[in-house]
Protein backbone atom coordinates (compact mmCIF):
# COMPACT_ATOMS: atom_id res chain seq x y z
CA UNK A 1 0.00 0.00 0.00
CA UNK A 2 1.95 3.24 -1.08
CA UNK A 3 -0.45 5.65 0.44
CA UNK A 4 1.37 7.42 3.81
CA UNK A 5 -0.26 7.79 7.54
CA UNK A 6 -0.10 11.21 8.77
CA UNK A 7 0.40 9.90 12.96
CA UNK A 8 -1.48 11.33 15.64
CA UNK A 9 2.24 12.61 16.69
CA UNK A 10 2.80 14.15 13.48
CA UNK A 11 -0.37 15.92 13.04
CA UNK A 12 -0.61 19.59 13.00
CA UNK A 13 -5.01 19.95 13.05
CA UNK A 14 -4.68 23.44 11.72
CA UNK A 15 -2.10 23.28 8.99
CA UNK A 16 -4.02 19.87 7.90
CA UNK A 17 -7.45 21.80 7.37
CA UNK A 18 -5.84 24.24 5.31
CA UNK A 19 -4.07 21.66 3.59
CA UNK A 20 -7.36 19.75 2.66
CA UNK A 21 -9.34 23.28 1.80
CA UNK A 22 -6.84 24.49 -0.20
CA UNK A 23 -6.67 20.73 -1.87
CA UNK A 24 -10.23 20.32 -2.26
CA UNK A 25 -11.00 24.04 -3.71
CA UNK A 26 -8.14 23.11 -6.40
CA UNK A 27 -9.72 19.83 -7.19
CA UNK A 28 -13.50 21.44 -7.82
CA UNK A 29 -12.32 24.65 -9.48
CA UNK A 30 -14.86 26.87 -10.05
CA UNK A 31 -17.43 23.30 -10.54
CA UNK A 32 -19.78 22.51 -7.74
CA UNK A 33 -18.93 19.01 -5.82
CA UNK A 34 -21.21 16.54 -4.23
CA UNK A 35 -20.69 15.25 -0.82
CA UNK A 36 -22.24 12.14 1.24
CA UNK A 37 -22.95 12.64 4.99
CA UNK A 38 -23.42 9.25 6.98
CA UNK A 39 -23.61 11.12 10.95
CA UNK A 40 -20.33 9.63 11.68
CA UNK A 41 -17.02 11.39 12.70
CA UNK A 42 -15.29 10.93 9.20
CA UNK A 43 -18.25 11.74 6.82
CA UNK A 44 -18.99 15.08 9.59
CA UNK A 45 -15.09 16.12 9.29
CA UNK A 46 -15.02 15.92 5.70
CA UNK A 47 -18.58 17.52 5.82
CA UNK A 48 -17.11 20.80 7.40
CA UNK A 49 -13.98 20.47 5.67
CA UNK A 50 -15.74 20.81 2.35
CA UNK A 51 -18.30 23.67 3.25
CA UNK A 52 -14.95 25.96 4.16
CA UNK A 53 -13.16 25.33 1.00
CA UNK A 54 -16.26 25.27 -1.32
CA UNK A 55 -19.41 27.18 0.75
CA UNK A 56 -22.59 27.44 -1.18
CA UNK A 57 -20.40 25.55 -4.51
CA UNK A 58 -21.35 22.16 -1.79
CA UNK A 59 -24.24 20.08 -2.00
CA UNK A 60 -24.46 17.61 0.96
CA UNK A 61 -26.31 15.13 1.00
CA UNK A 62 -27.62 12.65 3.69
CA UNK A 63 -28.84 9.02 2.26
CA UNK A 64 -31.96 7.64 4.46
CA UNK A 65 -31.12 3.93 3.51
CA UNK A 66 -33.34 2.25 6.38
CA UNK A 67 -30.64 1.04 8.15
CA UNK A 68 -29.31 3.48 10.41
CA UNK A 69 -30.14 3.33 14.52
CA UNK A 70 -32.89 4.92 15.66
CA UNK A 71 -33.90 9.13 14.69
CA UNK A 72 -30.39 9.43 13.25
CA UNK A 73 -31.11 10.57 9.81
CA UNK A 74 -32.86 13.68 11.36
CA UNK A 75 -30.67 14.25 14.14
CA UNK A 76 -27.41 14.55 12.10
CA UNK A 77 -28.90 16.68 9.45
CA UNK A 78 -29.92 19.19 11.95
CA UNK A 79 -26.71 18.73 14.23
CA UNK A 80 -24.89 19.88 10.53
CA UNK A 81 -27.20 22.33 9.94
CA UNK A 82 -26.28 23.86 13.28
CA UNK A 83 -22.73 24.12 12.53
CA UNK A 84 -23.60 25.99 9.34
CA UNK A 85 -23.79 22.73 6.24
CA UNK A 86 -26.51 22.91 3.82
CA UNK A 87 -27.78 19.26 4.10
CA UNK A 88 -30.69 17.55 1.86
CA UNK A 89 -32.07 14.41 3.48
CA UNK A 90 -32.42 11.74 0.89
CA UNK A 91 -35.14 8.84 1.19
CA UNK A 92 -33.52 5.63 -0.37
CA UNK A 93 -34.93 2.98 1.72
CA UNK A 94 -36.95 1.41 -0.73
CA UNK A 95 -33.76 0.84 -3.33
CA UNK A 96 -31.30 -0.55 -0.68
CA UNK A 97 -33.63 -3.22 0.92
CA UNK A 98 -34.60 -4.71 -2.65
CA UNK A 99 -30.63 -4.64 -3.47
CA UNK A 100 -30.09 -6.75 0.35
CA UNK A 101 -33.39 -8.85 -0.97
CA UNK A 102 -32.20 -12.38 -0.69
CA UNK A 103 -28.57 -11.75 0.22
CA UNK A 104 -26.90 -13.82 3.21
CA UNK A 105 -23.09 -13.66 2.51
CA UNK A 106 -21.32 -10.76 4.32
CA UNK A 107 -19.33 -9.64 1.15
CA UNK A 108 -22.28 -9.94 -0.77
CA UNK A 109 -24.38 -7.50 1.62
CA UNK A 110 -21.56 -5.40 1.10
CA UNK A 111 -21.09 -4.90 -2.30
CA UNK A 112 -25.01 -4.20 -2.43
CA UNK A 113 -24.66 -1.67 -0.54
CA UNK A 114 -21.81 -0.02 -2.13
CA UNK A 115 -23.53 -0.37 -6.04
CA UNK A 116 -26.49 0.85 -4.57
CA UNK A 117 -24.95 4.15 -2.23
CA UNK A 118 -22.79 4.61 -5.57
CA UNK A 119 -24.10 3.57 -8.73
CA UNK A 120 -27.73 4.31 -7.81
CA UNK A 121 -28.25 7.12 -5.70
CA UNK A 122 -25.13 9.05 -5.39
CA UNK A 123 -24.46 8.90 -9.39
CA UNK A 124 -28.04 9.76 -9.91
CA UNK A 125 -27.66 12.95 -7.17
CA UNK A 126 -24.54 13.96 -9.03
CA UNK A 127 -25.94 13.65 -12.19
CA UNK A 128 -28.52 16.10 -11.15
CA UNK A 129 -26.56 18.24 -9.14
CA UNK A 130 -24.22 18.76 -12.53
CA UNK A 131 -21.32 18.27 -9.94
CA UNK A 132 -18.00 16.02 -11.46
CA UNK A 133 -16.70 15.06 -7.71
CA UNK A 134 -18.16 13.14 -4.70
CA UNK A 135 -16.73 13.59 -1.25
CA UNK A 136 -16.44 10.87 1.30
CA UNK A 137 -14.94 10.16 4.80
CA UNK A 138 -12.54 7.03 3.56
CA UNK A 139 -9.65 6.68 6.34
CA UNK A 140 -6.54 5.05 5.97
CA UNK A 141 -8.11 1.84 7.87
CA UNK A 142 -10.63 1.80 5.47
CA UNK A 143 -7.82 1.36 2.86
CA UNK A 144 -5.78 -0.63 5.13
CA UNK A 145 -8.34 -3.15 5.98
CA UNK A 146 -9.41 -3.46 2.46
CA UNK A 147 -6.40 -3.98 0.82
CA UNK A 148 -5.45 -7.06 3.09
CA UNK A 149 -8.30 -8.56 2.80
CA UNK A 150 -9.16 -8.49 6.39
CA UNK A 151 -12.85 -6.76 5.62
CA UNK A 152 -14.09 -5.33 2.75
CA UNK A 153 -15.06 -1.67 3.47
CA UNK A 154 -17.68 0.06 1.34
CA UNK A 155 -16.20 3.22 0.45
CA UNK A 156 -12.71 2.12 -1.06
CA UNK A 157 -12.93 2.53 -4.87
CA UNK A 158 -9.69 3.38 -6.33
CA UNK A 159 -7.53 1.43 -4.28
CA UNK A 160 -8.56 -1.71 -5.69
CA UNK A 161 -8.53 -0.35 -9.11
CA UNK A 162 -12.17 1.34 -9.79
CA UNK A 163 -11.82 3.83 -11.47
CA UNK A 164 -14.80 5.79 -10.55
CA UNK A 165 -15.14 8.63 -13.35
CA UNK A 166 -15.71 5.96 -15.80
CA UNK A 167 -17.48 3.24 -13.43
CA UNK A 168 -19.86 5.70 -11.82
CA UNK A 169 -19.84 9.22 -13.71
CA UNK A 170 -17.52 11.26 -11.28
CA UNK A 171 -14.11 11.21 -9.37
CA UNK A 172 -13.80 10.94 -5.71
CA UNK A 173 -12.05 12.43 -3.16
CA UNK A 174 -11.01 11.50 -0.07
CA UNK A 175 -9.45 14.28 2.25
CA UNK A 176 -9.02 12.23 5.20
CA UNK A 177 -7.86 9.11 3.64
CA UNK A 178 -3.89 9.37 5.75
CA UNK A 179 -5.71 9.37 9.10
CA UNK A 180 -6.84 6.95 11.27
CA UNK A 181 -9.95 7.87 13.60
CA UNK A 182 -8.10 9.47 16.86
CA UNK A 183 -6.12 11.75 14.59
CA UNK A 184 -9.65 12.50 12.61
CA UNK A 185 -11.51 13.35 16.03
CA UNK A 186 -8.63 16.13 16.78
CA UNK A 187 -9.22 17.63 13.29
CA UNK A 188 -13.12 17.19 13.59
CA UNK A 189 -12.94 18.96 16.88
CA UNK A 190 -10.92 21.72 15.39
CA UNK A 191 -13.25 21.62 12.98
CA UNK A 192 -15.47 23.22 15.44
CA UNK A 193 -17.78 20.20 15.79
CA UNK A 194 -19.76 19.53 18.77
CA UNK A 195 -18.64 16.76 21.02
CA UNK A 196 -21.46 14.10 20.24
CA UNK A 197 -19.89 13.73 16.68
CA UNK A 198 -15.96 14.59 17.43
CA UNK A 199 -15.88 11.66 20.52
CA UNK A 200 -19.00 9.21 18.64
CA UNK A 201 -18.34 5.73 18.90
CA UNK A 202 -17.42 4.24 15.49
CA UNK A 203 -20.46 3.02 13.54
CA UNK A 204 -19.73 1.19 10.14
CA UNK A 205 -20.47 2.26 6.66
CA UNK A 206 -23.19 -1.09 5.97
CA UNK A 207 -24.50 0.31 9.27
CA UNK A 208 -26.83 -1.80 10.98
CA UNK A 209 -26.56 -4.74 8.19
CA UNK A 210 -23.17 -5.19 9.60
CA UNK A 211 -24.72 -6.09 12.86
CA UNK A 212 -27.24 -8.57 10.89
CA UNK A 213 -26.29 -12.10 10.55
CA UNK A 214 -28.03 -13.19 7.68
CA UNK A 215 -30.29 -11.32 5.42
CA UNK A 216 -30.89 -7.96 6.39
CA UNK A 217 -34.75 -7.59 6.13
CA UNK A 218 -36.60 -4.69 7.07
CA UNK A 219 -37.94 -6.64 10.27
CA UNK A 220 -34.39 -7.69 11.07
CA UNK A 221 -32.80 -4.51 10.34
CA UNK A 222 -35.86 -3.11 13.14
CA UNK A 223 -35.13 -5.60 15.28
CA UNK A 224 -31.39 -4.90 15.90
CA UNK A 225 -32.43 -1.00 16.01
CA UNK A 226 -34.03 -1.31 19.52
CA UNK A 227 -31.54 -3.82 20.52
CA UNK A 228 -28.90 -1.47 19.62
CA UNK A 229 -31.16 1.61 21.58
CA UNK A 230 -30.99 -0.36 24.18
CA UNK A 231 -27.45 -1.21 24.29
CA UNK A 232 -26.15 2.17 24.12
CA UNK A 233 -28.45 3.48 27.08
CA UNK A 234 -27.27 0.86 29.16
CA UNK A 235 -23.32 1.96 28.66
CA UNK A 236 -23.54 5.52 27.74
CA UNK A 237 -21.63 6.45 30.22
CA UNK A 238 -18.92 3.16 29.52
CA UNK A 239 -15.34 4.53 28.58
CA UNK A 240 -15.04 2.23 25.46
CA UNK A 241 -13.72 2.46 22.07
CA UNK A 242 -16.95 0.78 20.31
CA UNK A 243 -19.45 -1.65 21.33
CA UNK A 244 -22.72 -2.85 18.79
CA UNK A 245 -25.33 -5.23 19.83
CA UNK A 246 -25.37 -7.83 16.74
CA UNK A 247 -28.54 -10.42 15.63
CA UNK A 248 -28.07 -13.80 14.78
CA UNK A 249 -29.65 -15.64 12.54
CA UNK A 250 -30.59 -19.18 13.74
CA UNK A 251 -33.75 -18.93 16.66
CA UNK A 252 -32.57 -20.77 19.47
CA UNK A 253 -34.76 -22.13 22.10
CA UNK A 254 -35.69 -20.45 25.59
CA UNK A 255 -38.47 -20.17 27.62
CA UNK A 256 -41.97 -17.58 28.18
CA UNK A 257 -44.82 -17.89 30.48
CA UNK A 258 -43.83 -21.73 31.27
CA UNK A 259 -43.47 -22.61 27.28
CA UNK A 260 -41.35 -23.06 25.16
CA UNK A 261 -40.24 -20.56 22.73
CA UNK A 262 -37.91 -20.15 19.93
CA UNK A 263 -36.41 -16.54 19.87
CA UNK A 264 -33.51 -14.73 18.88
CA UNK A 265 -30.04 -14.43 20.01
CA UNK A 266 -28.53 -11.05 20.81
CA UNK A 267 -24.85 -10.95 21.03
CA UNK A 268 -23.25 -8.03 22.82
CA UNK A 269 -19.74 -6.38 21.60
CA UNK A 270 -17.55 -3.87 23.30
CA UNK A 271 -14.33 -2.92 22.39
CA UNK A 272 -11.16 -1.44 24.11
CA UNK A 273 -8.82 0.10 21.20
CA UNK A 274 -6.62 2.95 20.13
CA UNK A 275 -7.53 2.61 16.42
CA UNK A 276 -8.83 -0.46 15.65
CA UNK A 277 -6.30 -2.13 14.30
CA UNK A 278 -6.20 -4.70 17.75
CA UNK A 279 -8.83 -4.40 20.07
CA UNK A 280 -9.63 -6.50 23.29
CA UNK A 281 -13.14 -6.68 24.76
CA UNK A 282 -13.92 -4.50 27.92
CA UNK A 283 -14.08 -5.55 30.91
CA UNK A 284 -17.82 -4.79 31.84
CA UNK A 285 -18.75 -5.69 35.36
CA UNK A 286 -21.50 -8.41 35.63
CA UNK A 287 -24.44 -6.03 37.13
CA UNK A 288 -23.75 -4.22 33.72
CA UNK A 289 -24.14 -7.17 31.49
CA UNK A 290 -27.32 -8.81 33.50
CA UNK A 291 -28.88 -5.48 32.96
CA UNK A 292 -28.16 -5.34 29.26
CA UNK A 293 -29.67 -8.90 29.01
CA UNK A 294 -32.78 -8.23 31.52
CA UNK A 295 -33.46 -5.09 29.16
CA UNK A 296 -33.09 -7.11 26.05
CA UNK A 297 -34.87 -9.70 26.51
CA UNK A 298 -38.29 -8.13 27.88
CA UNK A 299 -37.39 -5.13 25.52
CA UNK A 300 -36.82 -6.02 22.27
CA UNK A 301 -39.44 -8.68 20.38
CA UNK A 302 -38.36 -12.38 20.63
CA UNK A 303 -34.95 -12.15 22.25
CA UNK A 304 -34.41 -15.05 24.58
CA UNK A 305 -30.85 -15.06 24.80
CA UNK A 306 -27.83 -12.26 25.39
CA UNK A 307 -24.44 -13.45 24.70
CA UNK A 308 -21.13 -11.61 25.43
CA UNK A 309 -18.13 -12.01 22.83
CA UNK A 310 -14.49 -11.96 24.59
CA UNK A 311 -12.41 -13.03 21.77
CA UNK A 312 -9.82 -10.17 21.06
CA UNK A 313 -9.11 -8.76 17.89
CA UNK A 314 -7.15 -10.29 16.20
CA UNK A 315 -8.37 -13.44 15.89
CA UNK A 316 -11.91 -11.51 16.27
CA UNK A 317 -13.13 -8.41 14.31
CA UNK A 318 -15.04 -5.54 15.85
CA UNK A 319 -18.14 -6.17 13.61
CA UNK A 320 -19.52 -9.51 13.01
CA UNK A 321 -19.96 -8.87 9.10
Known sequence: MSLTEIT???LNPVAFIKDQCDAIAATVGGGIAVNALSGGVDSSAVTMLAHRALGSRLKTFFVDNGIMREGEPQRVVN??????AAVELVDAR???FDALKGKT???VKRQAITDTFYKAVFSRLVKQSGARHLLQGTIYTDVEETVAGIKRQHNILAQLGIDTAKEYGYTV???LIQLRKPAVRVVAKALGLPEEIYNRPPFPGPALVARVIGEATRERIALVRKATVVLEEVLAGVQAFQYMAILHNDRIPGMRDGKRDYGFQIEVRCWDSKDAVSATPTRLPFEVLEKLADRMTSEVPGVVSVTYNIASKPPSTMEAV
Open 8 to 10: LAD
Open 94 to 96: DEF
Open 79 to 84: ILRQCG
Open 173 to 175: IEP
Open 105 to 107: DPE
